[in-house]
């Protein structure tokens, strides 16, 4: 007799072939809580976890039987799991605040800059931070205003909760409320395409990502901020204003394995993966200086 | 007298909704094409088995492929036989009892029209921290099942109402068991309802990234069991055009493979159910 | 009757078998509502061993419901409850533990609407014999081909038995039906309006079938056709629809109730009818 339960859904050749893999999902299953191997968990931000990854494949690669596992959520998720203890390793996509110094450390790994954006057939070369400002606020609403063509400014801004969006807000000291935007965008290249297809558009995003894509032929084009020229090389010596640093953020004091993986993440060994994902790498002594320099 | 007059307005109503069926035929086409244009470049057997690579600019998808048929099965194994059996119980036992069958019925949608970040926060805090499973495919599974039940509950519960009176009380004046009539008769004839709703609990758990970033995870290592984080197709899709730049090749690439997934799983789905039907 | 009495029949329902053959089913005071609504109401009537009883009388006056309580069918309907006595022979049918699978597998019943299961026509009639424990091949073949011989289908079907049941015409899937009750070799047949969706050749073939089955088998057969009545039954019961749900007006030899009605009601209902 069969049980009903059984025979209810399935005939006896396709069940078995179920019942297996289920019997065989529950082997896999119970097969791995033995592997001792050591493991490291990082979360948080979302820009900087495909850097994260790739760096966390080499090391894995350099260091066999040690896993590390990167997930993403955003910044203010890699807080908040590397204070409970769900992570090893908090990534963040800027700089620790004053308030945060107490509780965690930080370690740059690399930096983004961030530039401001419009179309290629824009005939704008600059603007000052407080048309800017002027713009994003509505009150300033005509590329005229700024020596531009005879159009309306699409303004666009990036939705709540992007670290992007902080430190934008935060170096031309607006509030978002403030903020009067056209498109809300969630990501560099949903901006960059916004952008790109809208030549009345004004926008932000990541400099790397946003010269790989002029790279590409993207019909954009990066605008300097405070006269500095948007490039990675501004970035890199610490002339651009609008740049953020990616951070690795810590509770307590790294020992062994963290330790081990953050100092790697530092390294020059990984100058490459950073380049590669179109950030720019921080050389080792600076970014001493700077998790110094933020933990004084 | 009526007819003549009723007549125009009865074309007018025709051509409304061939015009937006025509719009939301040609929409979707517009869709499929743009992916296939940009997709079918990148699929090869070598795409379908290789790791990804830098960030999954480069490379494959075969360890994305994996976690996420295991997180399928993981959903499927959970909701199926509790989504087709509340349903069951709802459509054949809880008769006596319209008020909390309405009462489930109504939660039930309530939880269906549940925005899937939720489902992800919940799995996040109830799998991941409470049961501690972490990040895992079985987190990642169990959380899309939660969100998939519901789908499958209504559906299968409409397939079981579907069938007609008459094969009850014809089973029941032979005297025939109620398990006997439920998987003979009841279950076949409910089938259509049942694959409607594996079919849109299928797709919108291939199609969910919200409740899987919380759950499964981003890791796109090959898991070696579902107790390793995951990354699923779509997850894949979403880092790969918003968070990578360059990946926008592969995202076209991977979201092929989603649709053709899709595609493969429903007909499987249908045979499979067309031959139960059938009585073969 | 004791209480302890028909408890015991219940138990042993076999002991009680073949003594019920030759009795009647014997509905006394019969009631039956549905929460509210009362469906028939003290309804007392035989059917005779081996006799063919015709049910008649206007629409809503509790034929059916009265047929649904004969097999317990009134079980499925959660609202429903009856109220009186009905026994066959010396079983109390209204029995809270009477084992209703026994009881239906001895009083078959035929809807008026054909319900062949959505599946072969072979499995139509296997599934209910391996569900009463008859699971050999051989047996269940024999016994198929007797049951599909008698509704007089075997002819039209046996070269497609595996084909599905509902491809068969409304008449042949009446006869199917009638064969999937026959081939569990009832005692009792209930037949619930069983010619009124189907065209009058195949009515006429049901119609003989029933005439083929007085002395074999106890039927119950409600219609609406009184021509069919009298052609058919060797008693008629005329329900009509009161204040309080339905009653049995009249109950009688058939050609008394078509001759020599005594209640005026059925001597408006079989003269309008019948002129
Ligand atoms: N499941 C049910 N729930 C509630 N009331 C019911 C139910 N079934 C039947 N009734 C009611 O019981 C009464 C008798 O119904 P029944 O079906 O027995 O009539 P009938 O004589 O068979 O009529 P017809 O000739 O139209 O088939 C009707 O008033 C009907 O509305
Ligand atoms: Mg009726």
Redesign the pocket.
């Known amino acids: 007799m069969t049980h009903p339960f059984q025979s209810l859904f399935l005939n006896s050749t396709r069940r078995n072939l179920l019942l297996g893999m289920g019997f065989s999902l529950l082997l896999t299953a119970c097969s791995s809580g033995s592997s001792a191997d050591q493991k490291l968990t990082l979360t948080g931000s979302s820009t900087v976890a495909p850097l994260i990854g790739e760096i966390a494949k080499r090391y894995e690669a350099e260091n066999p039987g040690i896993r590390i596992d990167v997930q993403t959520g955003g910044s203010s998720r890699g807080l908040a799991d590397a204070s409970q203890g769900l992570a090893d390793i908090g990534m963040i996509s800027r700089g620790l605040k004053a308030e945060e110094e107490g509780e965690f450390q930080g370690f740059v790994i690399a930096k983004d800059g961030i530039g401001l954006i419009v179309h290629g057939d824009n005939p704008v070369q600059a603007i000052s931070d407080q048309q800017v400002v002027d713009i994003y606020k509505g009150e300033v609403d005509a590329w005229q205003a700024v020596g531009g063509n005879n159009a309306p400014i699409t303004v666009v801004n990036k939705a709540e909760g992007r670290s992007t969006l902080e430190l934008f807000l935060k170096y031309f000291e607006l509030e978002n409320s403030e903020v009067q935007a056209d498109v809300v965008i969630g990501d560099n290249q949903q901006g960059i395409k916004t952008v790109a297809g809208n030549p009345n558009a004004l926008g932000y995003v990541s400099i790397g990502a946003a010269e790989y894509d002029i790279a590409q032929g993207s019909p954009i084009k990066l605008l300097p901020v405070d006269k500095i020229a948007a490039t990675t090389e501004t970035v890199q010596d610490g002339s651009f204003p609008l740049s953020r640093p990616l951070t690795l953020v810590v509770t307590e004091p790294p020992m062994g394995l963290t330790q081990d993986f953050i100092n790697f993440a530092q390294s020059e060994q990984v100058h490459d993966i950073v380049r590669a994902q179109n950030f720019v790498p921080v050389s080792s002594s600076l970014a001493q200086t700077q998790s110094e320099a933020t933990a004084n | 007298m009526q007819t003549p007059s009723s007549k125009p307005g009865l074309d007018w109503a025709a051509i409304a909704i061939w015009t937006i069926a025509t719009l939301i035929t040609a929409t979707f086409c517009c869709i499929l094409l743009d992916i296939l244009w940009h997709g079918l470049g990148q699929l090869s057997w070598e795409f379908l088995t290789t790791a990804p690579a830098n960030a999954g600019r480069d490379g494959g998808i075969n360890s994305i492929l994996v976690s996420t048929g295991l997180i399928l099965l993981v959903c499927l194994s959970v909701s199926i036989p509790l989504g087709v059996g509340t349903a069951i119980f709802l459509a054949e036992f809880a008769r006596g009892n319209p008020q909390f069958s309405r009462w489930v019925r109504r939660s039930l949608d309530i939880l269906a029209g549940v925005p899937s970040i939720v489902f992800g926060l919940f799995g996040y805090a109830f799998f991941v921290q409470r049961l501690g499973l972490g990040f895992s495919i079985l987190s990642g599974g169990l959380t899309l099942a939660c969100m998939v039940l519901p789908i499958l509950i209504r559906a299968a519960e409409e397939g079981f109402r579907a069938v007609p009176d008459g094969y009850r009380l014809g089973a029941a004046s032979l005297g025939l068991s109620r398990w006997g009539t439920l998987q003979q008769v009841l279950l076949p004839s409910a089938m259509p309802g049942l694959v409607v709703g594996l079919v849109l609990g299928i797709g919108r758990a291939m199609a969910e990234t919200a409740a899987l970033i919380f759950t499964s995870g981003y890791v796109d290592r090959m898991p070696g069991s579902v107790w390793d984080s995951g990354r699923s197709l779509s997850i894949h899709i979403f880092d790969l055009s918003m968070n990578v730049p360059g990946g926008e090749q592969q995202a076209y690439g991977s979201a092929l493979v989603l649709i053709l997934l899709l595609i493969v799983i429903n007909s499987f789905a249908s045979w499979v159910a067309q031959r139960y039907q059938l009585g073969l | 009757m004791t209480a302890l009495d028909t408890y015991s029949q219940t138990e042993h329902p076999e002991a009680s078998h073949t003594q019920a053959v030759a009795e009647l089913i014997q509905a006394d005071s019969l009631s039956l509502h549905?929460?509210k609504?009362i469906?028939f109401s003290e309804v007392s009537l035989g059917l005779g061993a081996g006799e063919i009883t015709a049910i008649v009388?206007p629409?809503?006056?509790?034929?059916?419901?009265f047929l649904m309580c004969l097999n317990r069918l009134t079980d499925l309907?959660p609202?429903a409850e009856v109220t009186g006595r009905l026994s066959w022979g010396n079983w109390d049918l209204l029995h809270p533990k009477l084992d209703t699978t026994r009881l239906r597998r001895r009083v078959g019943m035929i809807l008026q609407k054909p319900n062949p299961f959505p599946l072969s026509i072979w499995k139509n009639l296997a599934f209910p014999l391996a569900e009463h424990g008859i699971k050999q091949r051989a047996e269940q073949q024999q016994r198929i081909e007797l049951a599909l011989q008698e509704v007089g289908l075997w002819d039209e079907v046996k070269d497609r038995l595996r084909s599905s049941a509902l491809q068969l015409s409304g008449g042949q899937q009446q006869r199917l039906c009638l064969a999937r009750a026959l081939v569990l070799q009832p005692e009792v047949l209930l037949m619930d309006e069983p010619c009124s969706a189907l065209d009058p050749i195949s009515s006429r073939r049901v119609e003989e079938l029933v005439l083929g089955m007085r002395g074999r088998y106890t039927v119950a057969i409600?219609t609406?056709n009184l021509a069919q009545a009298k052609r058919l039954a060797d008693q008629t019961a005329v329900?009509w629809t009161e204040t309080a749900g339905?009653k049995l007006i009249e109950l009688g030899a058939t050609t008394q109730i078509f001759e020599a009605p005594q209640h005026p009601l059925t001597q408006d209902y079989v003269r309008g009818l019948q002129g």
Do not use: D, L, M, N
Request: hydrophobic content about 20%; aromatic content about 12%; overall charge neutral.
């Open positions: 549905y929460g609504t469906a009388g629409s809503g006056c509790g034929k059916s419901s309907v609202e409600v609406h329900f339905g």
